[in-house]
């Protein structure tokens, strides 16, 4: 191949460093590329951002950036949904993959400077909204209220533990976790996440804020409807799209939704730009 | 643009031309039947190439897009893996590409090559491609029933992105036009000679003709554009039409201007594993599930509509300066739904306009 022409397609190898259980069929892998170049070109990535994931004799599936590119690791977090993710999963510390990327445009930071930034996340959807959060954490200086509202099945499917305890314990932010079935231990709130906004001593900022929303499509609905109760119109809201994808670089079409490519004008849209799409998400 | 004129008994001459200069050179052929296909010319096969024939139904944008494509080799080595990226990009020129091909390839161009990322893989491949383009002439043979280039505005004569364009004058003479320096180059040979003004009146008077031939004279494109692109497509339009869809993904494998592919693993070796890329169809009910089984796209309706919009979409258009259908009339004839482009097109066309939403007199 003529090496003047980038390859799109050409994967780089990596290594699993360590694995760490979060919930039920969800891990996270801790990784690094072989080359250091290549890490340090990868590291460039923004919140939001997704990569390709390739093992070998089993395919290549996208996967949100879970880490922030404040942070020292790069790792994802992955459910074991299909044979990708499963052929991930029986990966162990030392095992060799493939990651290509990063892809798609990402959260546009910068531009949130000097506003409020409510999260809310539905289960596995706080994977992509913690690089934000991390982010934000890390630039505290340049936000106004953190608020992230995270609602899980049951207290055992809260992941990233560590983070949610240094959020519970103010670190600049403002906490409110939520499940749907609690058990003998849990004493925070039960219920849906969007039950949350309107629970006292809550109080949703509305004016200059932006609300990351990421969770199943059925949270999803359910949540832009509440918060559009408090008042946020459909510019203010943004979200992250997941779709099938074969390529990440705009020309396998399976991620299209009506006129974007979600991989390159996406993954991140606002509710507004989701709403003109053309079709349904 | 630079002319030239050859007889019709040299015009063979050259494909021989292209292959001393070592180019593999892809014609099409007679088989049985209305069955036409493209294939390499040998020595063998040289004197059966046809000038006219119907346009094969197995489109040429294999050659910049094959079928099946292997993207990386991929090799297990001390507990690690090699991988290295091939690319089959031999010199090629097709001859008697008609130019609603042209205008796919041109296509498939702007949208491999555009916009964010290029595609090393295709871009290697159209590199090293020569296109002839053969004008349809023949209002038998050339053209036929579900033709419609004249609506979308590619044929019967390519205007550019050819090397090099043959057109028969219908009198022992072909007209010869070179749309690229490499295409010029050729009439060096003594088979071309200057033509005179006589010449180009026969060229204007023949595509005059044969224009007339179309029966397909008005695919109400424009209409059709503006009711996608505004979305007032009445939903039991895209349910007629996905009714009628058998679901075999006939008409993107047909199509010139279709670009979808999937990729896939497969074990070719112990320790060797081949990604290729292949066709895909978003007619197709696999085509957006995810794993875990969430299939944003259900109904074949929704997929039909997915494909008509990615066509027509005022949206693309602009971005790829064409509408996504070269009028080639291929997936009109291997459509069993009869849902062709054409065929959609009118059926868009007269369902809104006989429920005209913005008609200001309501009954």
Known sequence: MNAAVDNIYLPKLAVLDRVVDEIHEVRTFYWHFEDAEEQRKFRRFRPGQFAQVSLFGTGEFPASLPPSPTEDETFFTVKRVGSCSAALHALRPGDKFAVRGPYGNGFPMEDYRGQNLVFVAGGIGLIPLRSCIIYALAHRDQYRRIQVFYGAKSPRDLMYLPNLREWEQGAGVEFYPTVDRGDADWKGNVGVVGSLFKKPGVEVPVADTVAFVCGPPVMFRFVIKDLQALGFTDRQIVSTLERYMKCGVGKCGHCCIGMAYVCVDGPVFTCEQIKQLGEDI | MRTRILARVDVLQVVDLLRQQGYEVIAPFAGRGRDTFFDTVTNANRADIQIHLPNPYYPPKRYVLPHIERLLKVQRMNGGWQIEPTVAAPKRAIFGLRSCDVAGIWHLDR???????????????????????????????????DCFCVCADTGPAARDHFDLQLMDLDDGEFMAVAGTPAGEALFASPIFRKGTAAHVERRHAVLSEVRKRFKTTTSWFSATVRYVSQGRILDKTWEEIGNRCLECGGCTYVCPACTCFTVSDRQVGP?????????????LSGFTRMAGGHNPRRAVHDRRNRRFFRKLAHYFIQRELSVACMGCGRCAAVCHGDIGMPSVVEMIRRATAAEDKLEPVKP
């Not at chain 2, 893989?121 to 023949?138: G, H, I, K």
């Not at chain 2, 320790?271 to 007619?283: K, T």
């Open chain 2, 111 to 145: 949208f491999y090559l555009g916009r964010d990322f290029r595609d090393s893989y295709y871009e290697q491949r159209r590199q090293n491609l020569f296109l002839v383009n053969v004008v349809c002439t023949d209002t038998e043979r050339d053209i036929s029933d």
């Open chain 2, 271 to 283: 320790d060797e594993i081949e990604r290729v890329r292949i066709w895909d169809a978003c007619a």
